[in-house]
């Protein structure tokens, strides 16, 4: 495949993992933050290559954090594309802080067209 971004990332506080009254006193970053960063990335390399009509969207995530990170952390997410057919792209990634695995990911996101998703949007306001 060949496809794969990686950005510096550094979580500020809308990023913090608010379960949790007492837990969100230590700043720990969310599990479904680092998601969102992660098929963010995801979307912007499709975003690259894609036609105008065209977009992503997530069908699939499946995620495991194995170490915890603070907000102002420095983390490296990297994402590439590990498999496409017809029109799923499949992606797996990692996230490290200080150089040590923190996080890794697999996700998967459908091209479809935007008029079609612009139809499913109105069909469900009429």
Not at 97 to 112: C, G, Y
């Amino acid at each position: 495949m060949g496809m794969s971004k990686t950005v510096e990332f550094v979580p500020d506080d809308s990023y913090i993992w608010d379960e949790d009254d007492e837990m969100r006193n230590y700043h720990f970053v969310s599990t479904s933050g680092l998601v969102k960063q992660f098929v963010s990335l995801g979307s912007k390399l499709l975003d690259d290559v894609l036609p105008q009509d065209l977009i992503s969207v997530v069908v699939d995530v499946k995620i495991k954090q194995n170490l915890p990170a603070l907000v102002g952390d420095r983390l490296v997410i990297g994402v590439r594309v590990t498999k496409i057919e017809e029109n799923y792209v499949y992606f797996s990634g990692i996230a490290t802080k200080e150089n040590v695995k923190m996080a890794e990911i697999e996700f998967t996101r459908v091209v479809i067209s935007r008029n079609y998703l612009r139809r499913k949007a109105v069909e469900k306001a009429t």
